[in-house]
């Protein structure tokens, strides 16, 4: 499986790190070896100095596709669950300047965080309005809702699907709402998507 991350996909979010709002969806790829599951502790790698949360809705891909026609994109998942899209700020930071690609800064090991439980989309009343936040330490940090996206689940979707065919089980981080900031050693971290908790881990 793969995993494919939007990047910049809620206005205040893109503005918020001085990026431009994309006219077409941007994406990156994580390995399969950055998954953090079970709400194990996230641990902080020595290589950096500011690790940013940014929490996302995710979309398990449920068949194979590759052009798929937008109308047709909601066939191609029925579950939605919530992730963290751990991002390596400061070394980010240095890559962009130089115009290079991001994967230091966003593929490490353990860098995608993925709660256990998934929605089936069928139980939840409108996936276009889908709210998620985050809290550290019990404070809020983060507060999204998909109808915030530029783009949608199946804009992203179908576009992903032009280039990259997309198959059972791939994963798709759908982009993180404002609020991003960096995370310290000893932090709770809990994500909740609407009124249920999928993660609550700690970092070390
Ligand atoms: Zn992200």
Redesign the pocket.
């Known amino acids: 499986m793969k995993i494919i991350?939007?990047?910049r996909n809620y206005v205040a979010h893109a503005k918020e790190l001085n990026n431009e709002v994309p006219d077409e969806p941007v994406f990156f790829m994580k390995p399969d070896s950055s998954l953090l599951r079970n709400n194990d502790p996230f641990y902080i790698p020595d290589w950096t100095n500011e690790v940013h949360h940014?929490i996302?809705l995710v979309l398990k891909i449920n068949r194979i596709g590759k052009n798929i026609e937008k109308h047709f994109a909601h066939r191609y998942y029925d579950e939605i669950g919530l992730g963290i899209?751990f991002?390596a700020r400061d070394v980010q930071q240095k890559l962009k300047e130089k115009g290079l690609p991001w994967e230091k800064a966003k593929a490490f090991d353990q860098a995608a965080v993925l709660g256990n439980t998934f929605f089936n989309k069928e139980e939840l009343a409108d996936a276009t309005n889908i709210q998620f936040k985050l809290n550290i330490n019990r404070n809020l940090v983060q507060d999204g809702n998909s109808n915030l996206m530029i783009f949608s689940f199946d804009d992203i979707i179908s576009h992903i699907s032009k280039y990259v065919t997309l198959k059972i089980g791939d994963l798709i981080?759908t982009?993180?709402p404002a609020g991003v900031g960096p995370v310290k050693i000893g932090d709770r971290l809990e994500g909740f998507l609407e009124d249920k908790k999928l993660l609550d881990f700690e970092i070390k």
């Open positions: 991350c939007i990047g940014e996302e899209d991002t981080y982009g993180t």
